[in-house]
């Protein structure tokens, strides 16, 4: 009997049964594939509606905003929120201010990150590893604890109301150089450096020509969070910039909700917050582009 199951068992399949498995097959697969695309759509609508909110409330009157709600459907008071934005602030100003400092901030942390993070894996110094944990443990540290001080380091050195003191300080960006020391350390190997070496290269010639374009993908991830994090640096600017010719863009839209009646100016605060969202999804587009075009240059295959 034992042996009649086994011969049952093993018998193969007509051709109508496999017909009939791979049909099944196919439906699972099509059913889980198109779940996974629906939840996925699901995720992405909820991500954009609050951005698709922000542009219509910038078309929207400041009274219909406060009636009706939230609705996704475009008003026709776009010209007049525009025209209340820029007779009570300069945006522009704003906007350069805000350019200025975040374009700065990003180029200074991405280079010197990468030079930091490039020395820490490259080389071999004492107290190499001690300096190390000491990043490790200034991470873990809420920055609002440092704020009074770095307030005070301003005040000392002469740097309040100007932008190189939002700029100096961002220069040394703990979070970038842990993230691009782990990134080398699986992307450049020492026997390139060795390489380099032996081939008369100097130190800083191998940390432009070869260590940094393998990092660009490291790099361009970071600087995305460095730029969109000095972008809409509100509280900083606000402490450290008193004078209305170096406020920045969170600043000047900031100061509409003193300007009439609240109500009024929704539409125009709304506006001018579509007016900043703008660089940050352009960078966010060219720096998303660039990393999936160098990731494969970014790995070093042994």
């Known amino acids: 009997m034992k042996g009649n199951r086994i011969v049952e068992r093993s018998a193969p399949q007509t051709e109508e049964e496999r017909q009939k498995e791979l049909r099944r097959n196919k439906v699972r697969k099509v059913t889980v594939y ?8 699901f995720l992405v609508v909820i991500a954009v509606i609050p951005f698709w909110i922000v542009l219509i409330n910038a078309t929207r009157d400041g009274m219909s905003i406060s009636t009706q709600g939230i609705t996704l459907i475009p008003g026709n008071s776009l010209m ?18 805000s350019l200025k400092i975040a374009l700065s901030v990003t180029v200074l942390s991405a280079y010197f990150s990468a030079l930091t993070a490039y020395g820490f894996h490259i080389y071999n110094f004492r107290g190499k590893n001690v300096l190390f944990g000491l990043i490790l443990i200034f991470m873990m540290v809420p920055s609002q604890l440092a704020f009074l001080g770095y307030v005070r380091l301003m005040t ?41 070496r032996i081939d008369g290269a100097g130190e800083m010639y191998i940390f432009h020509r070869i260590a940094l374009p393998l990092m660009a993908p490291g790099v361009a991830t970071m600087s995305i969070f460095t730029f969109i994090g000095s972008w809409n640096n509100y509280l900083s600017a606000r402490v450290i910039l008193s004078s209305k010719e170096n406020e920045t863009l969170p600043m000047v839209i900031s100061s509409l909700k003193a300007l009439r009646i609240w109500y009024q100016n929704q539409g125009a605060i709304y506006l001018g917050f579509a007016i900043s969202i703008v660089p940050i999804v352009i960078v966010f587009i060219f720096a998303s582009k ?13």
Do not use: C, W
């Open 156 to 196: 000392q050195i002469g740097l309040m109301d100007n932008h190189l003191a939002l700029i100096i300080p961002s220069i040394a960006s703990i979070g970038t150089v842990f993230f691009l020391r782990a990134y080398i350390s699986s992307s450049l190997g020492r026997e390139i450096i060795e390489a380099a």
């Open 80 to 97: 007049e929120n525009y025209k209340i934005l820029v007779e009570n602030v300069d945006v522009m100003r704003g906007f350069r201010n």
């Open 290 to 302: 660039y990393l999936i075009e160098n990731i494969s240059a970014g790995a070093v295959k042994g």
């Open 34 to 41: 198109t779940l996974i695309y629906l939840f996925l759509a």
